[in-house]
């Protein structure tokens, strides 16, 4: 079975510049997670996906932080315009949805931002 | 909100050797789900353990188990036989029953197993 799929795995812009990672999750989860890893700390929930609707983005910096999930399948994480304090990997994972309590989440590997 | 705390940053452990990593957690729930994840250097997460609150005995998965005390709100993982592919990142994380399901992190304990 194909994991969670995420691209690109390193990017370098500078501040003020725009970036975008794409995940593809694994087939047939209804819940898409995208998280940020601060070097040092614990991943942190930016913005949760049931399907194509939004179960939670109270922790994602909407001035500058956008998601979405068309058609409930991949999603797309933008950051414009980036700061120094966005540098993080970024970790998508996915469930098998909210309505199976407690199922796992699994975790892509990734997409490292610097920013400079 | 819950917290994780993970009070312990860094650990070593000698190959073949037991270790336990700590872990507590604030919550006023009483359905809930705790797991274990290991992080190497490729920083993809990977789940070492689960438990739900409900269940009294204690999840293992071979040379992985916990001690879950759910009224000290403790959530411990021991590894036995610690082998050199354990260095890594473990991350405590805790679930919430019925509010969408998102793990809620700790900061992590640090792992070197050393020859």
């Known amino acids: 079975e194909a994991g969670v799929a995420q691209s690109p795995r390193y990017k370098i812009i500078e501040k003020r510049q725009s970036v975008a990672f794409w995940c593809n999750p694994i087939s047939g989860h209804a819940t898409l997670y995208w998280y940020q890893q601060i070097l040092g700390q614990g991943p942190k929930l930016l913005i949760q996906?049931?399907?194509?609707?939004?179960?939670?983005d109270s922790q994602l910096p909407k001035d500058r932080f956008s998601a979405e999930r068309l058609k409930g399948v991949d999603s797309t994480l933008k950051i414009q315009p980036a700061k120094l304090e966005d540098s993080a990997v970024y970790l998508c994972?996915?469930?098998?949805?909210?309505?199976?309590?407690?199922?796992?989440?699994?975790f892509g590997e990734g997409s490292w931002l610097t920013v400079v | 909100a819950q917290t994780v705390t993970q009070s312990q940053p860094e650990m070593s452990v000698q190959e073949a050797e037991t270790v336990t990593l700590s872990c507590t957690y604030d919550t006023s729930e009483n359905n809930y789900y705790l797991f274990w994840y290991k992080q190497p250097p490729s920083r993809q997460m990977i789940l070492v353990i689960r438990?739900?609150?409900?269940?009294?005995q204690n999840a293992t998965e071979n040379r992985f188990s916990v001690n879950f005390q759910k009224a000290a709100k403790s959530f411990s993982l021991k590894i036995s036989d610690s082998q050199l592919g354990d260095t890594a990142m473990y991350f405590c994380a805790f679930m919430k029953h019925g509010s969408g399901y998102a793990l809620n992190f700790g900061k992590g304990t640090s792992l070197l197993v050393t020859p």
């Open positions: 994972a996915s469930s098998l949805g909210i309505r199976t309590a407690g199922n796992t989440i699994y």
């Open positions: 996906f049931q399907n194509n609707g939004v179960v939670d």
């Open positions: 438990q739900e609150a409900y269940k009294q």
